[in-house]
């Protein structure tokens, strides 16, 4: 079965940084793509990046281009959202989960869906 438990989430000032934790339970294999979404109040849930198995390729929102990097390491099943330049939009809680590199959708398999982290971007 697939579990994630993201970490990480904190109060943070605009223009601050944050890196969030995706770990994967053991049973994860990990040819799956990884991808962090996030919901805001009153919000969908929006995919914003995505990385496939190999780590070689990724994907972003137009909202994070350029600001967040995600990466993975499979040493350790765990995937990584570095987010940079942090706006107060940028306020939600984040999850992650599988993912599809092209559309930044959840896997239409995937509802596994973990209790999330939150980020709150405020001064």
């Known amino acids: 079965q697939l579990q994630f438990v993201e970490s990480g989430g904190d109060l943070v000032q605009p223009g601050g940084s944050l890196r969030l934790s995706c770990a994967a339970s053991?049973?994860?294999?990990?040819?799956?793509?990884i991808g962090w979404f996030r919901q805001a109040p009153g919000k969908e849930r929006e995919g914003i990046s995505c990385?496939?198995?190999?780590?070689?390729?990724?994907n972003y929102a137009d909202s994070v281009k350029g600001r967040f990097t995600t990466s993975r390491d499979h040493a350790k099943n765990t995937a990584y959202l570095q987010m940079n330049s942090l706006k107060a939009e940028d306020t939600a809680v984040y999850y992650c989960?599988?993912?599809?590199?092209?559309?930044?959708?959840?896997?239409?398999?995937?509802?596994?869906w973990g209790q999330g982290t939150q980020v709150t971007v405020s001064s």
């Open positions: 990385i496939n198995d190999s780590g070689r390729r990724t």
């Open positions: 053991k049973f994860t294999p990990a040819i799956y793509t």
């Open positions: 989960g599988v993912c599809v590199l092209t559309t930044l959708t959840a896997a239409r398999a995937f509802d596994s």
